[in-house]
Nanobody, 115 residues
């Protein structure tokens, strides 16, 4: 079982930046994919960005050029640097780990961008 804990959310003005962190603990496998998802009120959860254990990344079109996902394998951590934030980025952001044992989700962290 893998435990996933997010941190770093908060309130920021449009155009500002935030950095989200996600830490894994428990039965972590070396080969896994980690991703950030978000869910805004009344909307479905959507993939924001993901990164493989080899470092390959992918981004939703809506965040390309503004968000950067990274990971530090020795710390079992993944980060999401969010720049040029927009009000439409407001959501609960979730970290997800997918490995050989299945998928694990964190509890989420709220990001609110004011206009």
């Amino acid at each position: 079982q893998v435990q996933v804990v997010e941190s770093g959310g908060g309130l920021v003005q449009a155009g500002g930046s935030l950095r989200l962190s996600c830490a894994l603990s428990g039965s972590i496998v070396r080969i896994n994919t980690m991703g950030w998802y978000r869910q805004a009120p009344g909307k479905e959860r959507e993939l924001v960005a993901s990164i493989s254990s080899g470092g390959s990344t992918m981004y939703a079109d809506s965040v390309k050029g503004r968000f950067t996902i990274s990971r530090v394998n020795t710390k079992n951590a993944v980060y999401l640097q969010m720049n040029s934030l927009k009000p439409e980025d407001t959501a609960v952001y979730y970290c997800r780990n997918v490995g050989a044992g299945g998928a694990s989700w964190g509890q989420g962290t709220q990001v609110t961008v004011s206009s």
